[in-house]
């Protein structure tokens, strides 16, 4: 079966840099969610799509930014990056309440 | 503030012992409670789920037991193996909002 793909699987950036970060839903999946996983921690929520749209905020910095394309995939962007950034960056996809996720995105700030 | 409380924090069991791990919740609206499963590196994978119509789920050696008016709910584990030792998460939401993860309990199965 078809699972969450995310894109890249690692990402080493400097200090200010951005990055982006690609997430392609299970087919027929309208919501997308964003979740942060720091060492040790539990994720926490970022961002969600519905129908494209954004549909629910969480504990995500202005530096970053998400949206969801026509296709459905979603990107998050992530500018004027802190080593404090490091961290494995989820995304998940539901169709019905139930949450599928990714393999994650591990991202290091040198 | 954890809105979901996770207990315990790490659990070491024998092989084919019960693993027990417990969730407590405040929200009254939450309307779903999944179990992750977490391997290192690797994504949460969903275990198993309950709705708050009933008060336990089973699923193969996975269970779930839930007590609506005590806002607590728990994941049992029977004949624990090595290959269960992971991370595991409780979870909460209401309809289509994000999860809110409890703080993980990390679960060694010793052989």
């Known amino acids: 079966a078809a699972g969450v793909i995310q894109s890249p699987r690692h990402l080493i950036k400097e200090k200010r840099e951005t990055a982006t970060l690609k997430c392609y839903p299970i087919?027929?999946?309208?919501?997308v969610y964003w979740y942060q996983q720091g060492p040790g921690q539990d994720p926490q929520f970022l961002i969600s799509f519905y129908e494209k749209m954004q549909s629910d905020k969480g504990s995500i910095p202005d530096r970053f930014s998400a949206q969801q394309f026509s296709d459905y995939h979603s990107e998050l962007n992530m500018s004027s990056l802190e080593l404090g950034d490091s961290a494995l960056y989820f995304c998940?996809?539901?169709?019905?309440?139930?949450?599928?996720f990714g393999e994650g995105s591990r991202l290091t700030v040198l | 503030q954890q809105q979901v409380k996770q207990s315990p924090q790490s659990l070491i069991v024998q092989k084919g012992g019960i693993s027990i791990i417990n969730c407590a919740y405040e929200?009254?609206?939450?309307?779903?409670f999944p179990w992750y499963q977490q391997f290192p590196g690797k994504g949460p994978a969903l275990l198993i789920a309950i709705r708050p119509d009933v008060s336990e789920k089973k699923e193969g050696r996975f269970t779930i037991s839930f007590n609506k008016s005590a806002k607590q709910f728990s994941l049992h584990i029977m004949d624990s193996q090595p290959g269960d030792s992971a991370t595991y998460f409780c979870a909460a939401s209401t309809g289509r909002r994000a999860l809110t993860f409890g703080s993980g309990t990390r679960l060694q199965v010793q052989p």
């Open positions: 087919p027929r999946h309208d919501t």
């Open positions: 998940a996809s539901s169709f019905t309440g139930e949450l599928f």
């Open positions: 929200n009254t609206a939450f309307d779903y």
